[in-house]
């Protein structure tokens, strides 16, 4: 999804109705007042600047408001971004050690300790070089 004025026509009948919330800030439900539609939405709008948007049941809404349990789909940022770059869409940041690139580059670690400096350079779209600079 995306582009100019879309996001506001397919949105202009969403509320959201439940946040993640701690570490997950991308992560959120909407229900459509149309139709009564609940939607698991990530809002990725620090790097690829995207929405993912999974319908969900009226069973999956209840575990979610009771339990707190959430379809994995889109728990981790890494899971968010790979759905980014595999859109094709990738923005260039100006600042090599933008804040954005740099607070994604501590997220990403910290939900994948072990995750490589080359993974997060594909996730971000940078070099590998950059996402040295990143976590220096
Ligand atoms: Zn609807």
């Given at each position: 999804?995306?582009?100019?004025?879309?996001?506001?026509?397919?949105?202009?009948?969403?509320?959201?109705?439940?946040?993640?919330?701690?570490?997950?800030?991308?992560?959120?439900?909407?229900?459509?007042?149309?139709?009564?539609?609940?939607?698991?939405?990530?809002?990725?709008?620090?790097?690829?600047?995207?929405?993912?948007?999974?319908?969900?049941?009226?069973?999956?809404?209840?575990?979610?408001?009771?339990?707190?349990?959430?379809?994995?789909?889109?728990?981790?940022?890494?899971?968010?971004?790979?759905?980014?770059?595999?859109t094709?869409?990738?923005?260039?940041?100006?600042?090599?050690?933008?804040?954005?690139?740099?607070?994604?580059?501590?997220?990403?670690?910290?939900?994948?300790?072990?995750?490589?400096?080359?993974?997060?350079?594909a996730?971000?779209?940078?070099?590998?070089?950059?996402?040295?600079?990143?976590?220096?």
């Open positions: 999804m995306g582009g100019i004025g879309l996001d506001e026509l397919v949105f202009a009948s969403f509320r959201q109705t439940v946040r993640h919330g701690c570490d997950q800030w991308w992560l959120y439900v909407s229900t459509c007042l149309a139709c009564r539609q609940n939607w698991m939405i990530a809002q990725d709008d620090r790097i690829y600047d995207n929405y993912y948007l999974r319908r969900i049941s009226p069973a999956q809404l209840q575990e979610i408001e009771d339990f707190g349990l959430w379809p994995d789909e889109f728990l981790t940022y890494e899971q968010v971004l790979k759905l980014g770059k595999a094709g869409d990738v923005w260039a940041f100006l600042e090599p050690r933008s804040p954005a690139l740099v607070t994604t580059a501590e997220d990403l670690r910290r939900e994948r300790p072990d995750i490589l400096v080359e993974e997060i350079a996730l971000l779209s940078i070099t590998v070089q950059q996402a040295v600079g990143l976590l220096g």
